[in-house]
Each structure stands twice: as C-alpha cells, then as structure tokens.
C-alpha cells in the first residue's frame, strides 16, 4: 500500500526554533498487551536519507520489519531501549510506566538529547524532558519511524524467547497479545509471571480471578487501549 515516507520536518522545526543540536525519536511497543514488559525505543538519526521503506512498524510484514530493523540499527546514530516490566505497569499504571521505559531508553544513549520527538498525543513524559508530541509521528517523522521498527522487532524477539517456557500461550506469535491461543492458555493453565495481574482480561477468568491486582487506573492508558479494543475484550 502506497504510502508518504517520513522527513525530518519536525526534526528540522525543533531544531530551528529551539536551537537543539540533539533530537530522539521516542516509541512505545506493548501497551495494549496481556503480557510482557511495555518497551520504548530512543532513536537519534541526525538528518540523513533514511534506509527504503522506512514507516510505521505496524506498516510493515514481519519479515520486512525484522530485516529493516538491522539495517537500522548499524544507521542510526545511537539508539537505546527501555522496559517497564509488567509487575511495574501492574503497581505504577501504564502512564507513568511508560514513562519509566522511556527515561530509562533516554538515559541510555551514549548523550542526552536536547528534545524528543514522542509519537502520539499525549506528552507521558514531561519536565525536565523536552517535548514535541507528533500524531503519527512513527509514519511521518524519521527518528520516530525507526524507533518504532527497532522497539516492535526488538520486544517480539523477548517475546518469543519467554514463549520458549510457556508454548501454550504462544508468544513467539502473538507477542503477549490477545488471539484466540493466548485466551484459551489463559483459561486452562492462568497468567504467567510475565502476565499484568490488574489487566481487565482477569475479570473473564472464574478460575484465576482471585489473583487480579487492583487496576492502577489513569486516563491516558484507559483512553490508548480503549481505542485499541482491549478493555473488555472477552
């Protein structure tokens, strides 16, 4: 499907009116998931030509995603990640784990960015931090883009390799999201210790029900997984 690649519009823009020297692009996989860390990416790509068929990861087939994020990651300037685990997602809330991630991604670039561009609408960031939120930004700005594709490969790879000792949810496939196999798993056997306890899939599962956590409710992460269906999902 034909699509716009991304420039570095907003880039240049932050650069001219605030007169950073060093940008990152900042995005999130695993917010909407069952299971798993929720994981960020900082990427500082500085202004060049970016590598054919930068977009979105969610643009891209698993087998083109996986190859570009290896071209990626010898391209950019610096790139670091950052996960918050699901027992601080369960304990903190998605917002401010996000925000762990993200400073823990930011904070391990070899230098400190003097702005970040943040996909999305909503600054999950904040002070000190200097922030630019870009809707779409993973499809229209550079170093967005490739934190994107870099962050979805890289967290499906964890992924897959917690997969390893629970098979019948399906990791390796499914990434700790909802599907059909991760839902009947969870029936039979429970969550996993990699499973988020204050999820609202818990209230379907008679079985299991006992062990929810309180939910850690906020209106950003009510807001981003209501908009991805996972509220309620059962």
């Known amino acids: ?17 605030t007169g950073a020297r060093l940008v990152a692009g ?8 069952w299971a798993g860390p929720v994981t ?22 698993p087998l083109r995603r996986t190859a570009l994020a290896e071209v990626l990651t010898d391209w950019v300037t610096s790139y670091a990640l950052g996960h918050a ?9 998605m917002t401010a784990a996000l925000r762990l991630a993200a400073v823990r991604a930011l904070e391990g670039l070899p230098e400190r960015p003097d702005a970040v561009i943040l996909d999305g609408k909503h600054d999950y960031l904040g002070a000190p931090w200097q922030v630019r939120t870009v809707i779409k930004g993973d ?3 550079v170093a967005v883009a490739a934190a994107s594709v870099i962050a979805k490969v890289r967290r499906d790879a964890l992924l897959a390799d917690l997969g ?31 499973h988020r ?15 929810k956590l309180p939910a850690h409710r906020d209106a950003v992460a009510d807001e981003s997984l209501e908009d991805a269906g ?5």
């Open 1 to 17: 499907m034909p699509y716009e690649p991304p420039t570095h519009r907003v880039e240049r823009s932050i650069r001219a009116l």
């Open 26 to 33: 900042v995005d999130e996989v695993g917010r909407g998931a």
């Open 40 to 61: 960020v990416c900082a990427a500082v790509t500085g202004l060049r030509r970016p590598p054919e068929g930068l977009t979105d990861s969610k643009l891209l087939t």
């Open 85 to 93: 685990s699901p027992q601080e997602i369960d304990a903190l809330g």
């Open 139 to 141: 499809q229209s700005c």
């Open 164 to 194: 390893a000792e629970h098979p019948e949810f399906a990791f390796d496939s499914n990434a700790g999201y909802p599907s059909p196999v991760h839902r009947a798993a969870l029936e039979e056997l429970g969550p996993t210790p990699h």
């Open 197 to 211: 306890l204050s999820w609202a899939y818990m209230d379907a599962l008679p079985r299991w029900r006992h062990l």
């Open 230 to 234: 996972q509220l309620g999902i059962f």
